[in-house]
Structures are given as structure tokens and as C-alpha cells.
């Protein structure tokens, strides 16, 4: 439980430490996602249950902080748009639905619960290379559901650049992060299970 | 699966269609107090930044610094007459347009904001304000500078607020092109990475008489930014399937952002 708090707090300060993290002009702005790295990190130290509660901070906290703000003026977009002649084009709002980081951080949160044997174990080269993959498909599936909500296919050379960069850094910080997990748990009794998607046949 | 799992999923899914429904102004609401939980820390990155980047440039000389005084000093006193020269014009318009009972474009009142920093966003191109709703800013208003369109006021806090930059996709303006009737639609590339990020003026008639040079400004159509603000050049011209395209290189230097204005559009009685 005390772990499980522990864990929680380490993931809002990241957000807090975030805003002091420098991007790299020359990657195309790249740069480290210390939550995002906090949160996976995170999911493959705790329970399911907590994983859960985490996605859930960290997805519902990086939208309202990140996320632009939806428009309040819907109908003057139309307007514009229609002014344009553009209302035939199929031109969307182009504005990404406030949560979904949120289900995305679920869904690799549960993938990051598949290396919780390794991180037990103190086995971190798996985890550190799922932390890269994770990062590297949660930047990709921001960028598809841009792509999808704005109706157009477009793959700026840069947008690679910057993923693989973003990924790379935090696989940096991802072993100090599995380290600092493994001593709090260490110092705080938290016992590392791996309860995984065993069926329990309870014999009826 | 164990029970307590299969409960953390089901309030999980629960919570995340309650998010998924939020409306706009309650999303509106949340981010703008996370917002503000987060200025402290923002404030003190931005003031870590500047103290790094003094110590890392070399001082100025006392002597050039006491010369750019000077020129600044004459250049406020230049832009002071122009200001009162203006506000006489600006009576002079009210009255000759209320002597013809003439509804036309409200005027505007213009908030200074210096720029705090770029946002550590993920594909879109923001940046930080230190005006906020307790300045008198709204949201969507649009933001210049002396060189033209930046972009529009998103989330606020009360000290802070955050612009979407006219190279962001999500930041679209009703254009025209100097010197042509032809009107359509400009924004910026998706996720905007290069140093300087083309727009694209989309929807134009196809084989319109589109020169490169020509200067596209605000058309004024949509509510959101008033008519005749400069937001670039044209690069090139080129038809599309259906519409013609433009290139457009920005008027602002979205690298070198000090200061900015936030524009308060007025509502003149009748």
C-alpha cells in the first residue's frame, strides 16, 4: 500500500520536474516524457489494479496539461470552413478527444505488466526495450489518431526523427527509474508479484 | 483473472467513458485549473531557463547599452505621437460612423504578454504567456506581433495562458491573397518540426493568378481573427485534385517570440 502511494507520488512530481526538461532543437524538438517514463516504469512495478489507477492519473493529467483546448466556437469554424467553400472536403475538427491518452496509457500499462517476472527478478534489459517500444507506440498512436480525426494522410520525415529520439531518451532514464522502484519497494517491504492471467478454476 | 482485477477494469472503462463525456466547457475548466497547479512550476523553469541562458552569453558593453537606450527612448517618443495622431483618427472614424449610422468592424483593445516558453507538448506547437483570464484574456483570441498573426489564446489560467501557434494544424485562418479575390483556408504542417514550418493555403480556385511574393492576410471570416492581419508570403502555387494550394512562408519568426499582443475583440454598442 505504502509502495503503491510511494509510486503515485514519484508520478506527480514528474509532471512537476517535466516543466524544467529541455527539448533538443536539433532532434525536431524532441525530448525526454519523464510521466510517461514514470508511468511505465510504474505499471511493471505494482499491481494491475494500481497500473489501472496510474493510467488513469497520468493519461486524464497529460491531457488536461498538454492537450490544446477544444474550441468554443464550433459553429464559426463551420462558418469559416463553409466560407471557403470548403464544406464538402470533409475537413474535421481536427482536435483530439480529451481521455484518450488515458486508454492508450492503459493499454500499454497492461503490455509493461508482461515484464514484471524480469523487473522481480532485476532483470532490466527487457524492461528498458519495452519502456522505448511503449514510448515509441504511444507517440505513433497520438500521431495515427491525428491522422485518422484530420481526414489526411501526411508523414513529415522529421515525425520519425522525433519518435525514435524520444523513445531513445527514455530508455536513458528508464534503468534509474526501474532502480529507484526497486529500492523503494526494497525499503518499503512491497513484496513484487506476477499474478499475470492465470485462470483460477475454482472447481465449478 | 482475479475478482479485484476484474473490478479495476470495470471502474476503469466506467471512468474513462465519464471523461470521454465531458463537455467542452467542463474539459475547458480542468484544464485550465491543472493549469494553473502546474504555474509555479512553470514560472520556475522559465526563470531557471533565463538565468542559465545569462550566464551562458556574454554581457553586454555599458557603452552600447546606454547607445540602444537612447534609440529606444527616441523610438518611444516616435511611437507616442504616432499613438496619439492614431487615437485622434480613431475618435474622428467613431464619430463619422455613427453620423452615418455605419456597422462595421469593432475595434480593438491589445493586452502586452511576454513569452514565458515553448510547451513540452507531443505534436502540437504551442507556447506560454504570462497574461491570463485575470488580465482581461479570453480564450481563442487571436495573438500577434509587429510582423503579423501568431496565433490564438487555448487554455488560460490566471496568469498564464497558452497559444496555439499558427503553424499548429489546429490553428486555421480564413486567408486571402493580396492583390486577388481568392480566399481560403490556412494552417500550419502536422506536428510542425522544422525550424521554419510552411503553412498551406488550401481550397483556392484552381489556376488562380497566385504569384510567389504575394502577401496573404486575415480575410476577418469566422469571428476569430480580425481581417488584415499579415500571415505570410507565397512560396509557390499549385493545383490540387479538386482545389489549388498554396505555400505559404509565415510572416513571424516563431523562434524568436518575446513578446506578443493578445487581442480583445470589442462589441460597439449600436
Known sequence: MLFNVAVLIVLLLSFGLQEFLPAIPIAYHARLFLPVVVFLTGAAATSFSMMLVLAFVTGFLWDARHLPAPSETPSEMLALMEGAGAHSMGAGSGEMEFGLSILLFGILGALMQGVRPLFKRGRLELPVMMIGFSVFGWLLCQFLILTFIRGNFNFPQGMWSKMITDSLLAMLVAPLLFLLFHALARWLRYEIRYDGLRYHFNGR | ?270
Open chain 2, 1 to 270: 483473472m482475479r475478482k479485484l482485477n476484474i473490478l479495476a477494469v470495470m471502474l476503469f472503462v466506467a471512468s474513462l467513458a465519464a471523461v470521454f463525456m465531458l463537455n467542452t466547457p467542463t474539459t475547458r475548466r480542468i484544464q485550465q485549473r491543472v493549469l494553473a497547479v502546474f504555474a509555479p512550476f512553470i514560472h520556475s523553469s522559465a526563470a531557471v531557463a533565463d538565468a542559465v541562458e545569462a550566464v551562458s552569453t556574454p554581457g553586454m558593453d555599458p557603452v552600447e547599452l546606454a547607445e540602444r537606450n537612447e534609440q529606444m527612448r527616441m523610438e518611444i517618443q516616435r511611437l507616442r505621437i504616432i499613438a496619439q495622431k492614431y487615437n485622434q483618427l480613431v475618435d474622428e472614424n467613431a464619430q463619422l460612423r455613427k453620423v452615418l449610422d455605419f456597422k462595421g468592424s469593432s475595434p480593438f483593445k491589445m493586452t502586452a504578454a511576454r513569452v514565458i516558453k515553448r510547451s513540452a507538448s507531443t505534436w502540437w506547437n504551442t507556447l506560454l504567456i504570462d497574461k491570463g483570464s485575470l488580465d482581461g484574456i479570453g480564450t481563442d483570441s487571436p495573438v500577434i506581433t509587429e510582423q503579423g498573426l501568431v496565433g490564438k489564446t487555448g487554455k488560460l489560467a490566471p496568469h498564464m495562458a497558452e497559444v496555439i501557434l499558427l503553424t499548429d494544424e489546429m490553428c486555421r485562418v480564413s486567408a486571402k491573397v493580396e492583390g486577388t479575390l481568392e480566399q481560403g483556408i490556412l494552417s500550419g504542417e502536422r506536428a510542425g518540426l522544422d525550424t521554419v514550418p510552411n503553412l498551406h493555403l488550401r481550397f483556392l480556385s484552381r489556376d488562380a493568378p497566385i504569384n510567389p511574393g504575394a502577401n496573404v492576410y486575415s480575410s476577418g471570416e469566422g469571428g476569430v481573427f480580425p481581417a488584415n492581419l499579415l500571415l505570410g508570403r507565397v512560396v509557390k502555387f499549385q493545383n490540387r485534385d479538386i482545389s489549388g494550394e498554396a505555400l505559404v512562408k509565415p510572416a513571424v519568426d516563431f523562434s524568436a517570440l518575446d513578446h506578443v499582443f493578445v487581442i480583445e475583440m470589442q462589441v460597439i454598442e449600436p
